[in-house]
């Protein structure tokens, strides 16, 4: 959580924390700007101390608005640093030096950043050899930012709730679509049109984007064969069938970068594949003792095994017993949810996993089987929390029924 930052600071030797990119493709930014209107800025935070927020003029105003020293950064007159010095990335130490110095910046310094130079290893060590007095790394090498969010604030978990309830609503607008859909010689049809992937995912960007959400790289709306791989996202212009299992894999984000929630169903359109409702049954199965089973300070690796153990009993190759398998159970358990759709706890992994469930923990619990050489694949997901009191909350409660019946 936020108030960890000084602690994790503290019990890693940094000194300073330098944030670098916009507020709206950086996480760690957004975890301190919150929705704030800001684009690209920098924020140097101090073991201890208040934050200093350096933007350009256009935006002074609502870096005062928040709680951070703001800086305005046309003190430095970087227009003259554009005469003197045409490399850019030698212009761009020089013009931080000039903001370090006037702040106090040394010590050892935590680098965070996405977009402009701050992501670049030429850059963090340009500026390492022009300044002695610190010592920069990168945020892989101290995850102060990564651990604090691993945990969240009841604020951060109600805003990931009410992307899960939005989620749930537009999960039933699709239901609803392809009930109503008319099947001509097993094929799906809507208002006369094809009902194929590219429609219903049109319909579904549509429907998040009326409730303020948006997605990063697309929906997975796998039917058939397709969903049998964890992450085909669905051929666009492929017609949808009655009976062909369908994976929906849908992980939308506030709009403005913000929280993500991730939710997965699996359904069959006018009539059930029996296959695919035997793994079903089974995965809705392990899912719910997963999520019943859940305790604070267990290793979330743990669960992960368990889960692979449950659905090898019923006869499927497990990651956990043949690593490289392509089929059965071919992935992890799940993976923390927040400001990235994947982030700390880990769900998966090996043994070596250090990840532990803690209060405050957001993840996914997402088993599945998958035949692609059958035609089908399996997965039910929801995203999980838990609240101060240790007990286990569902974010996502969205029903679990395979079959959409035609109406």
Not at 38 to 60: D, H, M, N, Q, V
Not at 129 to 136: H, K
Not at 223 to 241: A, I
Not at 398 to 406: C, F, G, Q, S, V
Request: proline content about 6%.
């Amino acid at each position: 959580m936020r108030e960890d930052i000084d602690r994790l600071m503290e019990e890693r030797g940094i000194d300073w924390l330098f944030i670098e990119g916009g507020n709206g493709d950086n996480p760690s930014m957004h975890y301190f700007l919150g929705d704030a209107p800001i684009g690209y800025c920098s924020l140097w935070k101090p073991r201890g101390g208040r934050a200093y927020l350096f933007t350009g003029p256009f935006e002074r105003e609502e870096a005062k608005k928040l709680p951070f020293i703001a800086v305005d950064t046309t003190k430095y007159n970087y227009h003259e640093l554009m005469v003197q010095e045409p490399d850019h990335l030698k212009r761009a130490v020089l013009f931080l030096r000039r903001m370090m110095a006037d702040v106090g910046v040394k010590g050892r310094v935590s680098l965070y950043g996405r977009g402009g130079v701050g992501a670049s290893f030429a850059f963090y060590r340009a500026l390492n050899d022009a300044v002695p007095e610190i010592s920069i790394e990168p945020e892989f090498e101290n995850d102060v930012i990564i651990t604090a969010r691993e945990t969240k604030d009841a604020e951060e978990i109600s805003r990931i709730r009410e992307v899960g309830r939005k989620a749930c609503e537009v999960y039933a607008e699709v239901r609803g679509l392809l009930g109503s859909a008319e099947e001509r010689s097993g094929e799906l049809y809507h208002e006369d049109e094809p009902l194929t992937v590219g429609y219903v995912k049109r319909f579904i960007t549509l429907e998040l984007f009326k409730r303020g959400l948006m997605e990063d790289v697309g929906t997975i709306f796998a039917p058939g064969e397709e969903g049998g791989y964890p992450h085909s996202h669905g051929t666009d212009s492929r017609q949808l069938r009655v009976g062909e299992p369908i994976v929906y894999d849908m992980f939308p984000r506030e709009i403005g970068h913000g929280y993500y929630s991730d939710m997965t169903r699996t359904w069959c359109v006018g009539e059930v594949h029996r296959e695919a409702y035997r793994d079903y049954e089974l995965v809705k199965e392990v899912q719910a003792e997963i999520e019943s089973s859940i305790k604070v300070g267990e290793r979330a690796h743990g669960y992960h095994k368990r889960a692979a153990e449950l659905i090898a009993k019923a006869g499927h190759p497990t990651i956990i017993e043949s690593p490289s398998t392509q089929v059965g159970f071919c992935h992890g358990l799940g993976h923390g949810v927040g400001l990235n759709v994947h982030e700390k706890p880990r769900l998966g992994g090996t043994d070596k996993n250090p990840d532990v469930i803690k209060r405050g923990s957001v993840f996914t619990n997402e088993p599945g089987v998958y035949y692609p050489e059958k035609g089908y694949g399996v997965r039910v997901e929801d995203t999980l929390c838990v609240n101060p009191d240790g007990k286990v909350k569902n974010l996502t409660p969205e029903p679990k029924e395979l079959l959409i019946p035609l109406k």
